[in-house]
């Protein structure tokens, strides 16, 4: 079962969101928040090779030297779920046996910068959070709404509360 990055990070958003998405039902490329983070992408670091997409699972927003990660957000309002999508992303590579070193969560916006490393109690407790996505993932039913304050600003918005 192969488990992306935006995998990771819904399942620290919404449980409901990581279970549509991993059975197809992927509304973001429409909507406007979506739309801003990759304008925000394509505006920022400029200088650096963005975007790679490794074995259709994780997509870096840019690396330094195949030793350091870095993942651009707009906000930190989901601050945990950014950590563990980069965490995940260290991980990974590690395990094909890359060198990371670490990574950055960047804020181009807040002109702020977040340094992320993976410890080895961190990269148990990923190993515990793979495994719980893959129940939710693997379970016949969607999970039930739970209703939280940036709801109305999710791309499922609709697709939850209609």
Same mark, same amino acid.
């Given at each position: 079962?192969?488990?992306?990055?935006?995998?990771?990070?819904?399942?620290?958003?919404?449980?409901?969101?990581?279970?549509?998405?991993?059975?197809?039902?992927?509304?973001?490329?429409?909507?406007?928040?979506?739309?801003?983070? @990759?304008?925000?992408?394509?505006?920022?670091?400029?200088?650096?090779?963005?975007?790679?997409?490794?074995?259709?699972?994780?997509?870096?927003?840019?690396?330094?030297?195949?030793?350091?990660?870095?993942?651009?957000?707009?906000?930190?309002?989901?601050?945990?779920?950014?950590?563990?999508?980069?965490?995940?992303?260290?991980?990974?590579?590690?395990?094909?046996?890359?060198?990371?070193? @670490?990574?950055?969560?960047?804020?181009?916006?807040?002109?702020?910068?977040?340094?992320?490393?993976?410890?080895?109690?961190?990269?148990?407790?990923?190993?515990?959070?793979?495994?719980?996505? @893959?129940?939710?993932?693997?379970?016949?039913?969607?999970?039930?709404?739970?209703?939280?304050?940036?709801?109305?600003?999710?791309?499922?918005?609709?697709?939850?509360?209609?």
């Amino acid at each position: 079962m192969r488990i992306t990055g935006n995998m990771i990070n819904y399942y620290f958003v919404c449980e409901r969101k990581l279970w549509l998405f991993a059975h197809g039902l992927q509304y973001e490329e429409e909507h406007e928040n979506v739309q801003l983070g @990759k304008l925000l992408d394509e505006k920022s670091y400029s200088n650096q090779r963005k975007q790679i997409m490794l074995d259709g699972t994780i997509n870096i927003d840019f690396l330094e030297d195949w030793k350091i990660l870095h993942e651009v957000k707009k906000s930190k309002a989901i601050e945990p779920a950014a950590l563990w999508q980069l965490r995940y992303y260290i991980y990974y590579l590690r395990k094909k046996d890359v060198k990371i070193e @670490k990574g950055f969560l960047d804020y181009p916006k807040l002109r702020e910068r977040i340094e992320v490393t993976l410890t080895n109690e961190e990269e148990q407790e990923l190993e515990k959070i793979l495994s719980r996505i @893959k129940g939710i993932i693997s379970a016949e039913q969607v999970p039930k709404l739970v209703s939280k304050l940036f709801c109305k600003s999710c791309a499922y918005y609709e697709y939850c509360f209609s």
